[in-house]
C-alpha cells in the first residue's frame, strides 16, 4: 500500500498508555478522607494526561561492525544523531528540551553515564538532563516511553529519546582469574603479599573476556534461539528469503523517493545504510548457506535472512502539544498505547514450547490492542523488527493463532526494517518510531500504526502510534 493510499478513518484517539501512575501531584483544596497522613497535607490531585507528540527523528546511516565505524564510539555516534536532531528542529537554546533518555546494550565502563555525556558533547544546552536505559533490543523503544511518560503526566513539556549500539568498539573484560588475583594484590597488606599474588599471574590469565551473543540462562545465542522457533513454527525458508528480499528492496525504494532526507544526517563518509542490498532477490538469497540451526534437521537461517552486527544510533524528539505548537511545529503522530511482556524462554525453546527467547511481542501486542480496542485491521503500517525474517513470521503466525487475523504484507515494513537498515541494538526502537511517524504524516488523512520490538532475555516491547 503507498503512504497516500487512502483508507478508512482510524477510531477516535483515547489515551490508553500504561496504567496509571504516580505523577506530579497537584493540592485540590480541602480533604474529607479518613487516611491521617493525607488529611493533614490536603488532598492532592493527579493531573488529566497529556498526548504525547511524535515530532521528528534523526539518525546516522548505519554501518556494519568493523567498517566506517569501527573507532567511533557509543557517545560519538549517539552525539552525531543527537545534533542532527538539534540541528534540524533549532534546539540550541537553554531549555529547549526538558531531558534526553537513551541507552546502549554494549556498553564500556567509560558509557556509564552516556546520555548525560552525549549531551555534554552536542549542540544541546549543557544544563539539560540526561538518564540511560537498557532493555536489550527494546532500549530505543522503552527510552521513547520513559520520556512519553513524562510529557503525558506534565512533568516535562519535550524530551528527546533513542540509542546507540557498536559492535565493533566491543568492551573486552579482563579474564576473571586475572582480576580476582589483581584484587587480591590491591588487598593485600604488604609488598610481600602483594608480589605473592601476583605470581600466580600465569599466560592464560592475559586473554581477554569477549562479550558473547548468547543467553546466560541457555548459552544459546540469538540466531539458534531463532532457529529452534523457526522449527517450532514451521518457518520455510522461501519465505524467509522473500521477506528479507522485500526488506532491502522496500528501503531502496524509501531512499530513492527522499523519504530519509530530513531523517538521517551523513556520518564517517556515509549518506545511506552500508548493509542496504538494493538488487536483493529471494532467487540470491536462496544460495547462501545457513549459519544458524545447522545441527538441527533442515537449517533455513543464513546471513541473508538474519540481521547483520551493526553500529549506529537514533533520536526520537517528543513533546506536549502545546510545546510543538509554540515553536511552530506540526506532529507527525501521537504515541497513544504501548505495553511490554515477557517470556519464560528457557521453558519455551529449551523444553520445546512456543514461547522462544523473541516471542514476547506475540504477548504484548494482543494485551495492548485489547486494551486499546483495536484489531490488527485498523492500523494502516505495521512495523515489526526483523532481528531474523524467522522471528517476524512466528511473530505473525503466533498472533493469526491468537485471534488478532492477518497481517497485510503490503502494511508490513513498508520502508525496509532491520533486516535491510542493520541493528545498532538500542538505536532500532527509536529508528522505528521516526519511521511509522513519518509514515504516517505522509498520508493525506488519520492513520494508526503498530510498533513491535522483540528482545534478548525474552522480552518485548509494542506501542502505538497515531494520526488524527
Not at 565502563?109 to 540526561?130: H, K, M, Q, W, Y
Request: proline residues 7%; glycine residues 10%.
Amino acid at each position: 500500500m503507498s503512504p497516500d493510499e487512502p483508507s478508512r478513518p482510524p477510531r477516535p484517539l483515547r489515551a490508553v498508555g500504561p496504567r496509571r501512575a504516580a505523577g506530579p501531584l497537584r493540592a485540590a483544596g480541602p480533604v474529607r478522607a479518613a487516611e491521617p497522613l493525607r488529611a493533614a497535607a490536603g488532598l492532592l490531585r493527579l493531573p488529566e494526561p497529556r498526548r504525547v507528540a511524535v515530532v521528528g527523528g534523526t539518525r546516522i546511516p548505519f554501518a556494519r561492525s568493523d567498517g566506517p565505524y569501527a573507532t567511533a564510539s557509543n557517545q560519538e555516534m549517539l552525539t552525531a544523531a543527537l545534533d542532527g536532531l538539534v540541528d534540524r528542529f533549532g534546539l540550541e537554546e537553554p531549555g529547549a528540551v526538558g531531558e534526553l533518555v537513551a541507552g546502549a546494550v554494549l556498553k564500556h565502563s567509560r558509557d556509564f553515564n552516556l546520555a548525560r555525556e552525549t549531551v555534554l558533547g552536542s549542540r544541546l544546552d549543557a544544563r539539560t538532563p540526561a538518564y540511560d536505559i537498557q532493555q536489550a533490543c527494546g532500549t530505543g523503544l522503552q527510552a521513547v516511553v520513559a520520556a512519553a511518560n513524562k510529557i503525558t503526566l506534565g512533568q516535562t513539556e519535550s524530551a528527546v529519546a533513542g540509542g546507540a549500539d557498536t559492535a565493533s568498539d566491543a568492551p573486552l573484560g579482563v579474564n576473571d582469574h586475572l582480576r580476582r588475583i589483581l584484587l587480591e594484590a590491591r588487598r593485600a597488606k604488604s609488598p610481600g603479599a602483594r608480589l605473592k599474588a601476583l605470581a600466580r599471574v600465569r599466560p592464560g590469565h592475559l586473554v581477554p573476556e569477549i562479550p558473547r551473543n548468547a543467553e546466560p540462562r541457555t548459552g544459546l545465542s540469538m540466531g539458534e534461539h531463532a532457529a529452534v522457533t523457526a522449527r517450532t513454527w514451521a518457518v520455510t525458508r522461501e519465505a524467509q528469503d522473500e521477506l528479507a528480499a522485500a526488506s532491502h528492496q522496500r528501503l531502496a525504494a524509501a531512499y530513492e523517493r527522499g523519504f530519509f532526507a530530513d531523517l538521517v544526517v551523513p556520518f564517517r563518509g556515509l549518506e545511506r545504510d552500508q548493509n542496504l542490498r538494493p538488487g536483493s532477490t529471494a532467487a540470491k538469497l536462496a544460495a547462501l548457506k545457513p549459519v544458524f540451526g545447522v545441527d538441527g534437521p533442515d537449517p533455513t537461517m543464513t546471513a541473508g535472512n538474519s540481521t547483520p552486527l551493526t553500529d549506529g544510533a537514533a533520536t526520537v524528539l517528543l513533546a506536549s502539544e502545546e510545546w510543538a505548537s509554540g515553536r511552530g511545529l506540526t506532529p507527525l503522530a501521537y504515541l497513544t498505547a504501548y505495553e511490554t511482556a515477557a517470556v519464560d524462554f528457557v521453558a519455551g525453546d529449551v523444553a520445546g514450547g512456543e514461547d522462544g527467547l523473541l516471542m514476547a511481542p506475540a504477548h504484548a501486542v494482543p494485551r495492548m490492542l485489547e486494551r486499546a480496542g483495536l484489531g490488527l485491521d485498523d492500523f494502516d503500517f505495521v512495523e515489526v523488527h526483523e532481528a531474523f525474517a524467522s522471528q517476524v513470521l512466528a511473530t505473525l503466525a503466533a498472533w493469526e493463532k491468537r485471534g488478532l487475523g492477518e497481517v497485510d504484507r503490503a502494511r508490513l515494513n513498508v520502508a525496509g526494517s532491520s533486516l535491510a537498515t542493520g541493528h545498532p541494538f538500542a538505536a532500532t526502537g527509536a529508528r522505528i518510531v521516526a519511521t511509522l511517524a513519518k509514515l504516517l504524516a505522509e498520508r493525506e488523512g488519520p492513520g494508526r500504526g503498530l510498533i513491535s520490538v522483540c528482545a534478548a532475555g525474552g522480552q518485548g516491547v509494542t506501542a502505538i502510534l497515531e494520526r488524527p
